[in-house]
């Protein structure tokens, strides 16, 4: 029987940092945060603790509130990126108490000060949280307006030293050539080169974070959040999805499931 320290040997991964977008949250609802899709995202991320790999996670907002959204109606852009860091705030305690309901320790750190509910974001504290097993999540974004999740997980991946970046994405099986959606013809790539990505101007991240990504060489996975257990498979190595990185650009083969 193999022991907890082998399990630790053929783990993919050391430290991960999984994104998730509001959108993800919402499952199926119009508006607002799926309980059972919450609970479902937490049972997977307690299975991959469970691996013996460290876990860190950055939220989005985007189910209740979109800054850039809320500036295109008029609102100062500014103001409306900051209501959208409390919303990133929000979905970070709701995902939080998720966690803690299936027995993970967790540690929510906000890049703006709200100490009533989550600490402020220290990069030491947050890597010592994690060294003992406990889960962190950055709330808040950078703290900084201008500055998408997308940015504020590449930069945490990067200061943590996780060895990936995990995309999670809602309804779509990876990174196309063309949206899958209106063109049914559209083919999926099974990995991407950062340049590829940038060129192209693939629907990856945005190219703040994907720039930083490449002059960092941080590797990610795009992935469907939606299929069963994605982010336990793809936390144990399993291909799924896209591989982004310092790799060479290749089509798959499979049939995709974004259709």
């Known amino acids: 029987m193999a022991t907890g320290n082998a399990m630790r040997e053929d783990r993919p991964y050391r430290r991960i940092l999984l994104k998730l977008s509001g ?10 945060i799926d309980a059972a899709m919450l609970n479902t995202i937490a049972q997977q991320l307690k299975a991959v603790q469970d691996m013996g790999i460290e876990v860190a996670i950055v939220v989005g907002g985007g189910n209740i509130f979109r800054g850039a959204a809320a500036s295109d109606a008029g609102m100062d852009r500014a103001t409306g990126d900051y ?3 409390l919303a990133t705030i929000i979905n970070a305690l709701a995902l939080q108490d998720a966690l803690e309901r299936n027995g993970v320790t967790v540690r929510t750190q906000s890049a703006i000060t709200v100490t009533a509910v989550a600490e402020p974001y220290i990069r030491r504290r947050a890597m010592r949280h994690l060294e003992k097993g406990r889960v962190v ?3 808040a974004g950078t703290g900084n307006p201008y500055m998408t999740t997308d940015t504020a997980a590449a930069l945490r991946a990067i200061e943590i030293d996780a060895d990936v970046l995990l995309m999670a994405k809602k309804n779509v099986d990876g990174v196309y050539e063309a949206d899958p959606f209106e063109n049914k013809s559209a083919r999926r790539f099974e990995t991407l080169s950062y340049l590829e990505a940038l060129n192209r101007r693939l629907q990856v991240m945005d190219s703040t974070a994907l720039t930083l990504c490449m002059e960092n060489s941080l590797p990610l996975v795009v992935f469907d959040l939606r299929l069963p257990d994605s982010i ?6 399993e291909h799924a999805g896209t ?4 790799l060479p650009t290749e089509f798959a083969t499979a049939p995709a499931s974004a259709r």
């Open 23 to 32: 959108e993800a949250l919402q499952g199926d609802l119009p508006y607002g």
């Open 83 to 85: 209501a959208g860091m």
């Open 137 to 139: 999540i950055f709330a």
């Open 232 to 237: 336990v498979r793809v936390a144990a190595g």
């Open 243 to 246: 591989k982004v990185g310092d």
